[in-house]
């Protein structure tokens, strides 16, 4: 095996799989990378056996060569190290030769590494999916969609179904869920495919969504998805990221959104957060993160309160675009209220409230397909 390659290229390649690199694995082979070149380029991959990545450098782009292959062939070099030393080169040419017993050398300017690396035959190859469930959806809508429910997946194993984001496909509407059973993230949004293609309970890990959601272009680009029995596949240019699916039943979320509400309020969303978070500097030191929001005698106010034992109390009083129903007194984690309002792009947003002991629901007033959902606490006052 021997090539050149300009660093640059190299160095995009390695960053993107190197985010399937486990930090720690008893399985020495998946501590490095997959390097395989021929003559149609160099291809780079990284496993953790939950995720897999693959990313490809064509031998030349728009005419102009960026890998020269000498010899092809194919080794694992170590990431940790590897990763580094090729941001470090002086060079923008990369020369690399990997001799019979898998020596390797990387050459740039007056540089001269010597690497010991493995086996690939050892390294898993990756999975062959079928694609008859695939669909195109726009890269900026698949983020968009990420961004809006992955802060609310579980964090504990004592569920792991919980931990993923539910997908739901249905008369070409596609629908993320996830919650931790205290509050819930919904989106869904129309997509262009095959009006036959449908799928229910699909459950990709949250932390491989965050992980695949660094590596997606910001740009409008058509990301190929491909849904298989336990493996999602995500094609985005010459990145190939794939994902486990979880196992188990994804709990029926349709049962717990209200339908009615006993009182709705409309909130400008910045002097929302604002509030909510002054008060959460308190409420934090309490360790409970509980916030109260009272509705006043005056129709177009709503006061918000937080109290520590130690520091004191804070009270303020904001200002709502509307205001309707029943008066509504109301505590909830500012936590979970504030990592909706942080995603939240809509400059109003709405929330309806069902009781004091009831789920309140917020939705972004101009996006009728995101809603959230938090329950209260119960307090002694």
């Known amino acids: 095996m021997k090539f050149s390659i300009y660093k640059e290229a190299l160095n995009e390649a390695i960053q993107q ?3 399937a690199v486990p930090s720690k694995t008893s399985i020495p082979i998946l501590s490095g990378i997959k390097m395989d070149v021929n003559g149609a380029g160099l291809s780079l991959m990284a496993s953790d056996t939950d995720i897999s990545i693959q990313s490809f450098v064509p031998a030349t782009v728009d005419g102009e060569t960026i890998v020269r292959m000498e010899r092809p062939g194919s080794v ?11 941001r470090k080169l002086p060079e923008n040419e990369v020369h690399v030769d990997v001799s019979e017993l898998f020596l390797i050398s990387i050459q740039s300017g007056p540089i001269d590494i010597q690497l010991a690396g493995l086996d690939p035959e050892e390294f898993p190859q990756l999975p062959l999916l079928g694609e008859d469930r695939k669909f195109t959806i726009q890269s900026a809508v698949l983020k968009e969609m990420i961004q809006l429910v992955s802060f609310a997946v579980s964090t504990s194993e004592a569920a792991p179904v919980l931990t993923g984001v539910n997908w739901t496909l249905e008369d070409q509407v596609l629908k993320f869920a996830a919650t931790d059973r205290h509050r819930l993230a919904c989106v869904e949004r129309a997509i262009d495919c095959p009006e036959e293609l449908r799928f229910h309970n699909v459950v990709v890990p949250g932390k491989n969504l965050n992980e695949l959601n660094k590596i997606l272009p910001d740009q409008s680009e058509l990301i190929d998805i491909v849904i298989a029995d336990n493996q999602a596949l995500f094609r985005a240019g010459n990145v190939l990221f794939y994902s486990r699916l979880l196992e188990g039943t994804y709990p029926d979320i349709s049962k717990i959104i209200p339908g009615t509400y006993k009182a709705e309020t409309i909130f400008d969303t910045i002097r929302l957060e604002a509030a909510i978070d002054r008060a959460y500097l308190l409420s934090r030191e309490e360790k409970t993160n509980i916030v109260r929001l009272t509705m006043t005698d005056n129709d177009r106010e709503v006061e918000i309160s937080s109290s520590s034992s130690e520091l004191g109390r804070v009270t303020e009083r904001l200002s709502a675009e509307s205001i309707s129903g029943e008066p509504m007194k109301i505590s909830f984690n500012s936590k979970y209220m504030l990592d909706v309002l942080k995603v939240v792009e809509d400059e109003k947003i709405f929330i309806g409230f069902t009781g004091t002991m009831s789920p309140m629901v917020l939705r972004p007033a101009g996006d009728e397909g995101a809603l959230y ?9």
């Not at 694992?76 to 090729?86: G, M, Q, R, W």
């Open 17 to 19: 799989v190197s985010k």
């Open 76 to 86: 694992v070099v170590p990431a940790k190290f590897f990763v580094d030393i090729v």
């Open 373 to 381: 959902l938090i329950l209260p606490y119960r307090t002694l006052n």
